[in-house]
């Protein structure tokens, strides 16, 4: 297998290099690539959309058909990792710790959850003390994480940014709460009920814009037809229909993003992890 | 404004959306929006279709801007056709599949009725578009759809299989984006109609010539082309059986198209005969698929496995007639697709119904088969007729062409190999045929005549009806064949 | 000799992606053990997204963001010169791509997870002894 992978992989990499042959110079402003599509792009679009970053008004406007779908991909992504892991079994073994002394309550077979006074606290298999200064540097940071994340998404017709990285950065702070504290400290705060909604929700915002413009009598997607429905410049249209799509772009990625966590890192079972 | 382009591809995907919804509010709601759905869509692909045969190919500008700078969809005949087969095909088998997924997967049939709807998102999107980049988005959806779905069938080695699966599909759709990659190098554009207008000036470079292999292998990856087929038997075999009946006939047939689609409207047929040289390889590559799917299908001890080889077989003559390079075995190629994707539609629900009762399909288990599932039994038989290329069902038309082709092309080996794979499926499917039939119930003494009669135990009513009318398609698709390939398929081809 | 140098030096961006998507390739197949396979799984996707954004890159030109677009109404009047910004195209599909392939990376992940409950290890010729056992 070592070997025969070895002819394949220098055979792939004789054909690339074979194809690299005949490319224009790295970096060559008359590449046919930096020629045909990009100069109508770069001239056309502010005048078009009112959007100055090019990437996010391509991206959400001239080729929002694809954006549509790679949201629905990552949805997709969120709904497998939940159909193959997500174990509803409630598991028999808990560990309490009584918190005063320190000592470990090993509890086996119990179907029900005890009920923690203030004296005890669920604890997991694996539990290390958690550090006072990790916690609190993440306590406050996380608020900020999440300002920016609603920043880059609300900017992303301006600057670099938009959906999907907006929605990373919020779903990330959501984890780093998994991390500092513990994946029951995020479960309780998130049901995982409100994220399998989100997550559809947020792809449903995009398609329910773009579908919209049907019965307005555009084509799909056309966000100029929405201009009745939005009070405003009629002119900057284009860019607020953007700013709608990547707003349901970012709640669907923040929602996924938890989704994939939580299920790999507990395997599927919601109650410990990392 | 006429927005049924947009709808066939969109209705699935928002009824997959509020499926999901459902799922976590009311998961009975989930089933009748899916219904709903499909329906929507099959309704806009039989418009689109009428029109297309009325009117000439459709243009829809997706946000209104105009390709290439815009992503376009535009449906010719190919299309339309290839749209109306998937979207039926997902229709039928959803109302097939209300009963099997309660008896597979009930703790989780809202979310499996979403991912279904993704997928079939996923192919109608592939058929539909008229964009190399936005095809590679969609081949993704269907991917990752079917990598979750083959893990949820089998609980013990489906994971497995799944992953090599993941593996495998990774590489081809990578080599298929790296294609698109060195094609828009070379033309700075995205659109096919686009890049087809540019290339013809570009014949000699060798960009083009390994963005043309670095595609074709990606695609011929995803539709499991001997030798690339190595993860198709178990993936197929492991997954649930309401998704192995619409992955198994759909997921190769729309591969076959999009294979079909660059030949014709992107590269062309003069860059790919006269350019280039390979023609003759490929077919000789598809006779051998078809040799040896015939060969594997024989060496199968379950019935579903069996079955998978006859997909890796018939994906050689699919291959071998778009490859032939005339008329007639391109002819033959495009209504091979039709036809398989019904033929092994039909086929799968017959396994289908089996798995509903007997729950595993190992040879052995078959027996007397007959006596209890008798209609079943019978869309089996009438199938399996139609795959070996009995007249008048409607495997034996397209057969017909690709073998008047491969005679018109001079390339006997290819027909022989037709043949010959037509007798393999023969012995195969008798010998089915004897264990359902001739071998009685065992019942541990020996004594066959004295067993009591069996008694009928048939899959559910709407199990059975579907699986009827599939079957007796075979026959209407087949005596309807000349309209098929008059109205459709030489319209199209003269077109380009 | 020096033609070859030249050659290599002015396309030295598409050469680093060939050798990385050999890498990545390479792990893919031929690693015994699965989350290696993944990780090479992730390099080979890298590497194709390093080629397109290669593409996308032109000499003397800035990020696709259209300076003083926004703000006053002399700033629509400005000309823009194409050849200061580079190709947002390639960078709108890696958006794209890098979805899809971490989409795919979370959805591989999960088999893993898979796997692992069901049979306690991840390496292959392992998982081919248990499944051959069965």
């Not at chain 2, 264990?435 to 069996?454: N, Q, R």
């Not at chain 2, 398609?473 to 087949?478: E, F, K, R, Y």
């Not at chain 3, 030295?12 to 992606?17: A, I, K, T």
């Not at chain 3, 390093?50 to 677009?69: H, M, R, V």
């Amino acid at each position: 297998m070592k070997f025969l992978g070895f002819i394949i992989v220098c055979l792939t990499g004789a054909l690339l290099l074979y194809g690299t042959g005949e490319f224009p110079d790295w970096g060559d402003p008359g590449s046919p690539a930096s020629m045909h599509l990009s100069n109508d792009y770069i001239e056309k679009v502010v005048e078009q959309t009112q959007v100055p970053n090019l990437v996010t008004a391509v991206l959400a406007d001239y080729r929002g058909f694809d954006t549509m779908f790679e949201t629905a991909v990552v949805f997709c992504a969120g709904l497998a990792c939940f159909l193959l892991l997500r174990d509803f079994r409630e598991k028999k073994e808990r560990f309490y710790r009584h918190v005063p002394t320190g000592v470990i309550l090993h509890v086996k077979d119990s179907k029900k959850i005890l009920k923690t006074g203030k004296e005890f606290e669920h604890m997991d298999k694996d539990w290390v003390p958690s550090d006072l200064i990790i916690k609190t540097v993440c306590r406050i940071l996380i608020p900020f994480i999440q300002i920016y994340a609603l920043y880059v998404v609300a900017h992303g017709d301006f600057s670099p940014g938009g959906g999907f990285q907006g929605g990373v950065i919020f779903g990330s702070s959501l984890i780093l709460l998994a991390i500092s504290y513990d994946l029951k400290t995020l479960v309780r705060r998130i049901k995982e009920k409100v994220l399998g909604i989100y997550a559809a929700v947020g792809v449903l915002i995009y398609v329910g814009i773009a579908a919209i413009c049907m019965p307005m009598g555009g084509n799909f997607l056309d966000y100029s037809k929405l201009a009745p429905l939005v009070p405003g410049d009629p002119h900057h249209i284009r860019a607020l229909g953007m700013l709608g799509v990547e707003i349901g772009v970012g709640i669907a990625v923040t929602a996924v993003m938890v989704i994939i966590y939580i299920n790999i890192v507990s395997e599927g079972r919601h109650d410990e992890g990392l | 404004m006429d927005n049924y382009p947009a709808l066939i591809v969109v209705t699935p995907l928002l009824a997959a959306l509020l499926a999901g919804l459902a799922a976590w509010i009311e998961e009975r709601l989930s089933y009748p929006i899916a219904l709903i759905g499909l329906a929507i869509s099959m309704f806009s692909a039989f418009k689109v279709l009428m029109q297309v045969i009325s009117s000439g190919t459709i243009h829809y500008r997706m946000a209104g801007w105009a390709p290439p700078m815009g992503i376009e969809y535009s449906i010719d005949l190919l299309n339309a056709m290839v749209l109306m087969i998937v979207v039926s095909i997902a229709f039928f088998n959803l109302i097939a599949s209300y009963k099997s997924v309660d008896q597979e997967i009930n703790d989780r049939a809202g979310s499996f009725y979403t991912i279904y709807l993704l997928f079939v998102t996923g192919l109608l999107g592939v058929t539909a578009t008229g964009d190399l980049f936005n095809l590679y988005v969609l081949i993704e959806i269907t991917s990752l759809t079917s990598y979750a779905m083959v893990a949820l069938g089998d609980k013990d080695r489906g994971p497995l299989a799944s992953l090599n699966y993941v593996f495998i599909g990774v590489i081809g759709a990578s080599f298929y984006l790296l294609g698109v990659g060195y094609l828009y190098m070379q033309t700075g554009s995205l659109n096919m109609a686009d890049v087809a207008n540019i290339l013809p000036g570009l014949h000699g470079s060798s960009t083009i010539l390994t963005a043309f292999i670095l595609c074709m292998i990606g695609i011929w990856i995803k539709m499991a082309l001997f030798p690339m087929h190595v993860w198709l038997p178990n993936a197929y075999s492991y997954s649930p059986v309401a998704f192995a009946r619409i992955v198994a006939p759909l997921m190769t047939k729309v591969m076959v198209y999009v294979m079909i689609r660059l030949m014709i409207t992107v590269f062309g047929y003069d860059y790919i005969f006269e350019t280039l040289n390979i023609a003759d390889a490929v077919v000789w590559l598809a006779t051998l698929a078809v040799l040896a799917g015939a060969v594997m299908a024989l060496a199968q001890k379950n019935l579903k496995k069996m079955l998978t080889y006859i997909i890796v077989c018939e994906i050689g003559y699919m291959v071998g007639g778009a490859w032939i390079g005339n008329q007639l075995g391109m002819t033959g190629a495009i209504l091979h697709i039709l036809n398989d994707a019904l033929m092994t539609f039909a086929l799968f629900l017959a396994v289908g119904n089996m798995v509903y009762k007997l729950k595993t399909v190992d040879l052995i288990d078959l027996k007397g088969l007959f006596g209890k599932m008798p209609w079943t039994m019978a869309g089996f038989v009438l199938t399996a007729f139609s795959i070996i290329g009995v007249p008048p069902t409607c495997g034996f038309f397209s057969k017909w062409y690709l073998i008047l082709g491969a005679f018109e092309a001079g390339a006997y080996h290819f027909a022989a190999a037709l043949v010959i794979s037509s007798l393999i499926c023969a012995v195969l499917f008798f010998k089915v045929f004897e264990i359902c039939f001739f071998e009685p119930m065992s019942d541990g003494h020996g004594h066959a005549d004295l067993t009591p009669p069996v008694k009928i135990e048939e899959a559910p009513l709407s199990m059975l009806i579907v699986s009827g009318l599939v079957s007796l398609s075979l026959i209407v698709a087949g005596l309807y064949s000349g309209t098929i390939v008059n109205t459709v398929i030489l319209p199209f081809l003269k077109l380009q | 000799m020096e033609d070859l140098l030249a050659l290599i030096v002015a396309k030295y961006n598409y050469w680093l992606y060939v050798i990385l998507m050999m890498i990545g390739l390479y792990a893919m197949i031929a690693k015994n053990n699965l989350i290696k396979k993944l990780v090479g799984m992730n390099i080979f996707q890298t590497a194709i997204i390093l080629f397109y954004i290669s593409i996308g890159y032109k000499q003397d030109a800035t990020i696709p963001i259209i300076q003083n677009a926004h703000g006053g109404q002399d700033a629509h009047n400005a000309v823009i010169h194409a050849a200061d910004y580079i190709n947002p195209l390639p960078h709108v599909l890696m958006l794209t791509a890098i979805v899809v392939s971490v989409a795919t990376f979370g959805v591989a992940m999960a088999l893993a997870v898979r796997i692992y409950q069901r049979y306690q290890t991840l390496e292959e010729d392992e998982l081919r002894m248990r499944l051959s056992e069965e």
